[in-house]
């Protein structure tokens, strides 16, 4: 049975000024907006309603979204849309490796929807996609950021040998809110989606969002958790409500606080730690990798 998520409707908290973003524009934008339609390709940076994509797009760079743009899942901060996938697009692996290609990427970012309906969560289409953008550019960095597979351990093992250069998988939240925010997630599923990825000597990286009810000293005990895992690079951002059909933002977190994680994180042995109010999954995800791979 489906987990209910609450929808709290509540008068939104006016947005704070380090929040501001520039609008999408430039020459380099509208290039890589052009290349993704023409070669029917998704990204999260669309999809999810990303910030930055503005600034991400205008630097030459986006994160591709695979198996299609519709998720098995309803997570109540994401906004993904939730239903019955299509079929597979077994020709996606080629196309996305030839959009690295003319976008010339020197690190290319991949994350995909949840497929729960697939015996192997789309497992083998993730292997098939690393190996194509591999063998088509192979001086480029690969980063995933995967599902969990629903402890498929056979599916993770699946694209842990395709040997990304890093492995990403989100946390999102602190174990007290996991019902509310991850219905269908599980939080010592995903602390062991991450030890697992790192027993089989990859890069890990994870990430959480703040705003969401959560407090500071839960965060601290997430990113100990995240140790433990052997995990090398972290990632947190402030959560922002998409819609109002979506979880509604408790706080806004000063950036002092996000300067104290950082600091935090460092101390505790991480190799890099991005923590901001804009701060995401993928952004400046090569900057975040060249520290643990180069």
């Known amino acids: 049975m489906k987990a209910e998520i609450t929808i709290e409707k509540s008068d939104k908290l006016p947005k704070p000024p380090w929040l501001k973003v520039k609008l999408p524009t430039g020459e380099p ?6 290349l993704l339609d023409e070669n029917d390709l998704h990204t999260v940076c669309e999809s999810a ?3 930055n994509r503005g600034e991400c797009w205008a630097r030459g760079t986006a994160t591709f979204m695979i198996l299609g743009n519709v998720c098995t899942r309803s997570c109540g901060f994401c906004n ?6 299509t079929e597979l697009d077994l020709d996606e692996p080629r ?6 290609r003319k976008l010339s990427l020197k690190y290319a ?3 995909s929807v949840n497929r729960d309906e697939l015996k192997d969560g789309g497992a083998q289409v993730w292997a098939d996609t690393i190996t194509a953008v591999r063998e088509l550019n192979p001086n480029t960095g690969i980063e995933v950021l995967i599902p969990d597979f629903c402890a498929n351990w056979d599916a993770l093992q699946t ?3 395709a040997r990304p250069d890093v492995l990403n998988h989100n946390i999102e939240t602190v174990p007290r809110l996991y019902l509310e925010v991850r219905p269908q997630g599980r939080y010592d599923r995903s602390l062991d989606v991450l030890a697992r990825s790192k027993a089989a000597r990859l890069t890990t990286k994870s990430g959480l969002m703040m705003g969401l009810g959560e407090r500071d ?7 100990k958790d995240w140790r433990k895992a052997g995990v090398d690079l972290v990632t947190i951002g402030q959560y922002m409500q998409p819609t109002d059909n979506h979880l509604s933002v408790k706080r806004y977190v000063e950036p002092a606080t996000f300067a104290y994680l950082q600091e935090q994180g460092l101390a505790m042995g991480f190799t890099n730690v991005f923590a901001g109010p804009l701060v995401r999954s993928s952004y400046h995800a090569d900057e975040q990798a060249s520290q643990a791979l180069f």
Do not use: F, N
Request: overall charge negative; glycine content about 2%; proline content about 6%.
């Open 159 to 161: 694209v842990i040998d």
């Open 95 to 100: 196309r996305v490796a030839e959009a690295v």
């Open 80 to 85: 993904v849309i939730t239903g019955k996938p």
């Open 217 to 223: 000293e839960e965060v601290l005990e997430v990113m």
């Open 49 to 51: 309603a990303c910030p």
């Open 29 to 34: 934008y509208y290039r890589v907006k052009e």
């Open 109 to 111: 970012v991949i994350t």
